[in-house]
Structures are given as structure tokens and as C-alpha cells.
């Protein structure tokens, strides 16, 4: 806490550049303690991310090092125009495995390098695009359901994909939850006794080392954050073991990374082929979008724990410049990946210079340790993205949205399964399309009630929950919704029947006290209810109307439409004058 | 206003078997007034439709007949069922457009009429099946500026469609508006005079007699009720005189309707062949729903003037059956006609009798007196559609759509653009797709007020419009819109941003009175808040939480994920617990 309120002390508004260029607000601010919690936190994910960023890249179907070169420039770029000061930028593993599927698509005579490459390109040019134009409420259309569910579907995606390189079996890639599990089971004789028993050892050095290992220190007095270095240190203690293990046993049958050159690229912008670019661009869109809707939704958790400021739109220009600097340095897409994020933030991260320190210490594994690598088995990579994507797993999370919202858990349901059965991309359409015709159907049926006066008051309630009183030549109705093409017809009808039915109403007051909108659709309607009922001797009233759709209806036909009837300032008015 | 009165009193509630054949309902209070009325309406609507039924068989590219046949039993079945009592249901143009555009898809070999027939079978089942599933609300998703952009490109498409048969013109058919006009443009040179002359002079007798003659009659002292039959039977009297000019003027170089066989079909049901209906079912939902939107849009207005009831769902079930009815005997998709509806209504019809009464006369025709109909010269049919559909033109329509909301007239233009460059069905798409996009961009930026009280009342209202008091700890903020998907992202950050810019804010009070509903991703952005607002010292609080939205929170974590925030009933009373 001590540190939240030292953040507190120094948040003063930004200036113009700091706004467009945020590290240079907290480095004008950089006290020695924040230099201690960022050299921790540096280290420690560093740590973390090498062995994700090398076994990340293999899952996206491309060399080792690709990982690791995405995780140098794009987290350094993001570091200077990102407004998060503890997301942690790299290849995630959502994205991987989006960028495979993707790859999968694609003729054999394409590099799969370049292809990411310019899949990473085209998702900075477009999320930079957003984010200059000021339109980041595109990624509103990927919903909660929309998003658990793909999260969900991916991770089983991720799981299968990765359970050949685990055992050892050699069966094609699939990339629908039916081949995937058709060609593991064909291959299931074919499993490789060592691969598996490495790759089974890896998988249970990591769990034990997430928590019992870390409950076990705790309790031999260790403080707990040092034991909890211990949990994150286990995917690199599992790079060195099982990397030695290979070596001094000398296991040369056993699957490896291989040779990874040394050194890092220089940047280069190799302008994608249009036909290429075309190809990709649905799926560079989608890898965007996800990615930037995870990441900010990361940042803004973080930021709000410290009080501090995330500008949406800023973190669109700063994810899409690091995808491009992903681009030109022969990497791969990122995004703000959550587990490491969370790893960087309780380590002590208190600015994105323990980014800045994170990139430099993977930078210096590629200039300069890779060919220790060199025979570290892809079963224990296998191990680590298994292990950190099952995390990802939330099964409450999916039981919460169900019992919510049976709409939302429905939609939740069709994207998981769009995303196995047909792929990612078409189960993320379909679970978007379904978000928004939920949007319509909810608002179809609004809520109605047809009110009366509490006696002695001023206060209209519905009729069928208090005591009122009533006037039968006046219809009080308060709609609860937006008046729009939902449930334009609906209204209509609904005012038309009440009408038959009670041939004494004379005047029928529409209370808009819950209407924030009304648009084209819903107007046209009322005015031909306007219309219609003067001719069957009825007058349309409103009253409660606020002040933007004041504005509106001004705008219109709608208030000569419903002469000699009047706009009332309060249902208790409209009452007064019309009894 | 008698006949009003008078049908008020009689608008007793309707038993069981009167709602499902809403007929017997009328029938049993019949009176000798009715039948006056509706015999009159019947005759003339029966001199409007003969004509008008053929032309829109040739429009959709049939034979001449199946308009008169798509005229006789759909009605009838209609107003055994539907719950209009003065809709006119049978051909219509905007289904004949669709019709024809449909069957130019298909290849040559398919028989056009079959093809049609196919159409109506499928259309008037899904209607059926909608009707009986209760799901009516499907048809909400044509919002009016998509509707009105779609019927004004149709009237586009329909006047080219028809100019090369109004002017002896050569082509073929095309469908985009560019093809369209290459295709007149070419034919220009090949106009035929005397074609070109008999469409005109028919185009010019309907123009006077749908305005000047009536007018001039009036002045005559003419009772304008009676002036205006002379419109009404403009179209025969088209058809009179120029089957005259081409019989009497022995002019068979022109094109006429050809050998019109007499008599009415056996109504057959002739099941589709699945191929054909599989590509023929997205063109049938869509003329059958818009043919449906239309419809009861009509009859919903009209009813409202006699405080008559229209059963949604109950129109679904009888537009259903009668275009099931169309497809059995031999005739194409029907709707209910807009400007026919009209003058059944103003003719004075009471009850579907005058409809029944039409078809009657309609089957006479086709009985007895198509003999006399085979040198009617297909220019003349050119004329009366042209003339009919250039009444569907509303330009001050789109005008106002335009000026009160301009996302709605950018929708009308889009679905507009799109139905003339690319295709009706693709048009309309496009035109959905845009108006689901439009109702989630309406929601994304929610207004929200900081809210003070009015010294000495309990009322809040937004700080920036009065002179309210507030307090340094507390921040009520209330939202003008439901929390969902499209805007949960937005609500987060801004609460975020208002505790990082206000760091003595210590309770943040959400005033959901005009909050409706929430969904899950809302609900998820309002969970993280909570959370990570805790931790920067900050408690979440609601107020003004509706019924249906607490029944709604009750399922979910927040109310536990907020404490100790609490729920309080109004802002006040937030004030006064928290200040």
C-alpha cells in the first residue's frame, strides 16, 4: 500500500508529449525505490520468458528463435507509447496458436516466417490505424461470452496441438477438434517412451513447483515472495534439466529445439506480398483485436489497483507499433499476455523500465546462449505451454455467465464449439454475429407497465405492483428500454391492442423516464401511432423525456405528429392537466 | 366516425376459436352497413387488381395469368385467418421484383413458373412456422431506414426492369444498375415507336387520372368519393383502350400478353425438388419477411385508426397460409399491397368480405374473360407498374431519416447503394448487418453525469447543468444507458481514469436508474472494478437499481464482490450513509 499512495503523490496530469510518449511522464518522476521493484520484476520475468517466448513460437508452427525475438523490440516499443506500467508485452499463447491456424491455411510453397512476419505487420498497421483514427470501440463487438468462449476452445486447441510434440507421436497437424483428436489417437502406438517420460517429468515439476512446492517453503519459514520465485523459475529449471538430461545421456533420438543462430536480426520492414496480405488479413485482424481487448482489459485491471490512468486509444497505437517493431525484427504478433503480466506486476514491477530490462536480458540469451539450447527437447516446451494455458481455464467462470445470462452462456457455448468444430476464425464470426442479434432479441420485449398515481403523491408506479390510482380515459405507459428497431413494431402493437381493447382511453401518455434513445425506426412508428390514434379519437402524449432525446425529437416530425397532444415534464403533470 | 363507434361497440374480446379464424369474429356481427361498404370496396379493388395482378406476373418474369391466380385464393385464405380486416393481400411489386431477380439466379432449365411456385411454398411455410413458433420478432431485424433504402432501390430496379418492355426495346435482363443501364442504353436505337407511343399515353392518362381528372371533377361539383373511382379505374380503362387501339388498329407488330388460357388451376401440391429449394430459400425468407414487415406495418395502421386489434404472431400464420395457398394454385408470392390496402380501406371496406368479394371477381375474369385480354400490349402492363411503384417513392422520407439520425441514413443509403450495384439479397445484408453494427455504436458511448445534489432537496442531476452540491470522497456517477458488451469497456476505463485523476475519491456511486439490463460482460468489467478498486482504497456502490436488474445481480458475484460497498435505494440516501 505503501507504494500505491508514493504513485498517488506523483500523479499529475500528463503534458501534450507525455500524453503521446507516456515513459517520458514516470521517467521524469523515477524514484531509486522504483528501480529496485523494476530490476526484480525484470529479471524474474525475463526468466519466465524465455523458455514461454521459445516454446510460444513453436507452437505458432515457426523456429524457436522467432519467440524469442519478439519478446526484444515489441515490449521496448511498448514501453515507450504504452499507458500500462506492468503489462508484460510478447508472443502470448492465444495469438500463437491463432497465427498456426492461420499458417495451416496457406500453400506449402509459402515461408511460414514471412507469413507471420506480415501477419504481425498488417495487425500493427490496423490496431496503429484504430488507434489514430480514434474508432478503438471496434473491439466492443468481441463480448466477455465471446471472448471466454474462444479462450476456452483455444486452450483445448493449444492442448491437442501440443500433445504430439509432448509424447513424441508424428501425426499431421489438425486444426478442427475432430482431426486433432482422430490423428493423436491414430498415433497414440507410435508415443516415444523418453519424449513422453520427459515431457510427463516437466509437466510434474511445474505443477508441484506452482503450488505445493511454494505452500512447502512457506511453511519451513522462506517468505513467501521468495518462495514464489522458486514457482516462477521452474520453466527455466525445466529448460536446464531437461536440456542436461538430453545432453549427458546423450538422447540424440529425442526431438530438440536444434540449432538456433546467434544473434539478433536486424530490423528490416520487408513489405508483404498483396496477395499474402490479403489472405491474411481476416486472421491479422482477429490476432489484433483479441490481443488488444486482452491486453487492455490486463492494463486496466493493474492500473486501477495503483489509480493510474489507461488512455484505450493510446494502448491501441502502442500495441499496434510494437506488432509492427514484432514485424520488422523478424518476430511474431504480441500482445499483453496475463499470466506474465500478473508474474511482472507482484514481482514489483513499477514501470515499464522492468520491460525495458526484461528485453535486454532475452536479447542477451540470443546474442549469446543460444547454442546451449541447442538440444533442449521440444517435449519440455510441449510441457510449459500445456501448463500455462491450462491456467487460462476458468470452468467458474463459464458456470457464472450461465447462470447470469442464459443468452450470454448460449453464446459462450456456440463460439467455444464454432472454435473447435470449424476453426477460429469462422467460431469467432459466429460468436460475434450471435453478440449482436442477442443485443436485438434482449431488446425486443421490453419491459412495460402501465402506471397509476400513488394516492397523495406525486410518484407514477406500475400498477400491478402498488396500490394506484387510475383515470380510464388516460393510459399512463412507461416503457424500459430503448426505443429502436428491437422493438419499434412491438410498441406499436402493444399501444394499438391496448387501444382495442379499452375503448374508453382518450389519451395515452408515453412516460420516456428509461428511454436514452430513439432511433429512425422507432420515430417512424410513433408518429404513425400518432397519427392513426387522433383518427380514433385518442391523443398521444410524452412525458419524462430527457434532455438528448429532447434534443432528438426536435429533429422530427414527432411532436407536430402528436398535436393537440403535449410533451409533460412529469407523468404527475400530464395527470394534472388531462384528468 | 359512425362506422368507428359502431365498431367500438362491438369489439367484445374474441373466444378461442375467433382468434384462430379471426373471420368467424366479424361474421358474427355482421351487419347490412358492413356488406354495403365492402361490396363497394370489393368491386373496386377488383377493377385495381386485375391489371395490376397481371403486370406484376410479367414483371417477375411469368406468365401473365399466375398474377390473376396468386389473386383468387391467397386472399381468401387470408381473410379467413388474418387479423386485418382491410388488408389486400395477393401480388405486389416489390415481390415480384425479388421474384424475378431470384429466378434470373437460376440456370435456363428450371421452369420459371415452378420456380415461383417454389418461392411462394417456401416463403409462406417459414412465415407458418414462424407464426407457430412464436418467433416474430425475427422480422424486427428489418429496421425501417434498411426497409425504406431496399423499397426505393426495388422502384429503381423495377422502372429500368420495365423501361425496354414500355419502349419495345430489345435486351435481356439484367440486375445491377450498372448492367441495367448498359443494357437501355445499348437498345436505345432499337425503340419501337408505336410501343413506345401506346406506354406513354397510358403513363399519361394514369398520371391525370390520379390527380388533375380528380380534381377537375370535384370542381364540377362531383362528390370527390365518386371523382375518385375514376382513378381507381384508371388502370382498366388503360387496359380497355389500348387492347382496343391494338385490336381496332390491327397493330400485331406490338407485344401483347399472348393466348391466356381460361379457366382457374386445381390446386396441386406439387413438392419442391430440394435442390432448387435449398438455392431458392434465402431469396423466399426474405420476400417473405418483407412481404410480412410490410404487412403488418399496413394493417397495424390502419387498424389503429378503427381501434381494431392485430395479432402479430396471428399475421405470420395467415400471411404464411396464403402464400402457401399462392404456391398450390399455381401463382407466385403475395404480401399485402400498400397503395391497394388503401383504396379497399377508403372505398369503405369493413371486413375481409370486400377482399373475398374481390377475389371472386378476379376468378371471374379468369374464368370467363381472358379471351379478351390476349392483344393487350405488354406496354400498357409496363405503364400501370411503373406509375404503381414511382407512388413508393418518398424522398422527403429519406430526408427526415437523414436529419434525425444519421447513422440510420447512412444505413438507408448503404442498403440502397447495395441493392442496386451488387443485388437485392447481398443489399439487404448488408443493410442488416450494418443496422446490428449501428445499435452497438449507438450504445458504446454511453452519456454519463456526474451527478451533485440540489441544495436542500433530495434530487440529483448532473453537475454540469445545475448548481448541485457535492462532496470531495464521493463520486456519483449515473449512466444513461443499459451496461452491455458495447459499452462495459468504456465504463471501466472511465471510472478508472476519474479515481486516477481524483485521488481523494474514496466511494464511487454507480446510479443505475436508467439501466434496464446488464449482461455478462458488463457485469465482469463492474466485478473487476469492485476488485481492483479495493485495493486502491476506493469502495463501489450502487443506487436507483431497477427490479429487474437486482433480480438479475442476485444471481451473480457483484453484490459480494463490492462489499463493503452497498446497494442503496436512492442517490440521497447514498449521500446521507456515505458522506
Known sequence: MKANNKTNNRSARPTRIERFIPIVFWLRRYTHEDLHGDLTAGIITAIMLV????????????????????????????????TSRTLAVGPVSVAAIMVAQALSDLPGSVDPLM???????????????????????????LSHPVLSGFIHAAVVLIVLNQLPTLTGIDVPVEWTISGLMNSVASGLATTHGITLLIGAASIALLLLAG???????????????????????????????????????????????????????????????????????????????????????????LANRRRQHIDANQELIALGAANLAGGISAGMPVAGGFSRTMVNFSAGAHTQLAAIITAVL????????????????????????????????DPRAI????????????????????????????????????????FVVRAARPHVAVMGRIRGTEHFRNVRRHKVETWPQLLFLRVDENLTFANAAFLESLVSNKLASRGDIHHVILVLASVNSIDS????????????????????????VKGPVMDQLERSKLLKAIEPGQVFLSAHQAAEALR
Open 211 to 301: 503450488g505445493p512446492v511454494v505452500r512447502l517453503l512457506t511453511r519451513l519459514g522462506i517468505p513467501r515472495r521468495r518462495a514464489m520465485i522458486v514457482s516462477r523459475a521452474a520453466p527455466l529449471l525445466v529448460v536446464i534439466l531437461s536440456t542436461l538430461a538430453v545432453t549427458l545421456g546423450n538422447l540424440h533420438f529425442v526431438a530438440t529445439v536444434g540449432t538456433i543462430p546467434q544473434g539478433l536480426p536486424m530490423p528490416t520492414l520487408a513489405l508483404p506480398e498483396t496477395q499474402l496480405a490479403m489472405e491474411l488479413l481476416p486472421a491479422a485482424i482477429l490476432i489484433g483485436v483479441v490481443g488488444y481487448v486482452e491486453s487492455v482489459s490486463i492494463a486496466i485491471t
Open 51 to 82: 523458455p514461454q517466448g521459445m516454446a510460444f513460437a513453436i507452437l505458432a508452427g515457426l523456429p524457436a528463435q522467432v519467440g524469442l525475438y519478439a519478446s526484444v523490440l515489441p515490449p521496448i516499443v511498448y514501453a515507450l507509447l504504452g
Open 362 to 393: 532475452v536479447a542477451a540469451v540470443a546474442l549469446f546462449f543460444t547454442p546451449l539450447l541447442e538440444t533442449l527437447p521440444k517435449s519440455a516446451l510441449a510441457a510449459i505451454i500445456i501448463v500455462a494455458v491450462s491456467r487460462l481455464i
Open 521 to 544: 425506426t422507432a420515430l417512424e412508428a410513433l408518429e404513425r401511432l400518432a397519427e392513426s390514434s387522433r383518427e380514433a379519437e385518442v391523443t398521444l402524449h410524452l412525458s419524462d
Open 115 to 141: 507469413a507471420a512476419v506480415t501477419l504481425a505487420l498488417i495487425a500493427g498497421a490496423v490496431l496503429l490505424l484504430m488507434g489514430l483514427a480514434g474508432i478503438g470501440l471496434v473491439a466492443n463487438f
Open 399 to 438: 458456470v457464472n455467465t450461465w447462470r447470469f445470462d442464459r443468452v450470454d452462456g448460449l453464446v459462450l457455448l456456440a463460439t467455444a464449439l464454432g472454435v473447435l468444430a470449424i476453426g477460429i476464425e469462422p467460431g469467432l464470426a459466429i460468436g460475434i454475429a450471435l453478440s449482436l442479434v442477442s
